[in-house]
């Protein structure tokens, strides 16, 4: 239905900067809320930021806010998270998802989502 391929991972110093990226195909873009989320080894996978349909609102994490942004371009079928000033914790799998949506309308929830990428390694040194 939906195939999600996330790209643009890789180590990183802490302060520095990466922009991870989300292809999606399989579906009209512009109708699904996207999000990303992470998943350091041995804790649960968290939520770190949304995007609505379009592009209007967004919603994030607290430990991101302020450094990362998600963004998307729906004439390319891709989001984007672009992350500044990296630090250490920020050490995790990222994945992105996808969920059919409404208006203005962002989730936070894992299970709000119905398709996912098969993540994206993401390694910040001190």
């Known amino acids: 239905q939906v195939q999600l391929v996330e790209s643009g991972g890789g180590l990183a110093q802490a302060g520095g900067s990466l922009r991870l990226s989300c292809a999606a195909s399989?579906?009209?873009?512009?109708?699904?809320?996207m999000g990303w989320f992470r998943q350091a080894p041995g804790k649960e996978r968290e939520f770190v930021a949304s995007?609505?349909?379009?592009?209007?609102?967004?919603s994030y994490a607290d430990s991101v806010k302020g450094r990362l942004t998600i963004s998307r371009d729906n004439a390319k079928n891709t989001v984007y998270l672009q992350m500044i000033s990296l630090k250490p914790e920020d050490t995790a799998v990222y994945y992105c998802?996808?969920?059919?949506?409404?208006?203005?309308?962002?989730?936070?929830?894992?299970?709000?989502?119905?398709?996912w990428g098969q993540g994206t390694q993401v390694t910040v040194s001190s």
């Open positions: 399989g579906g009209t873009f512009g109708n699904y809320v």
């Open positions: 998802a996808a969920t059919l949506g409404f208006g203005l309308s962002t989730y936070v929830q894992a299970n709000s989502y119905d398709y």
């Open positions: 995007i609505s349909r379009i592009g209007v609102s967004t």
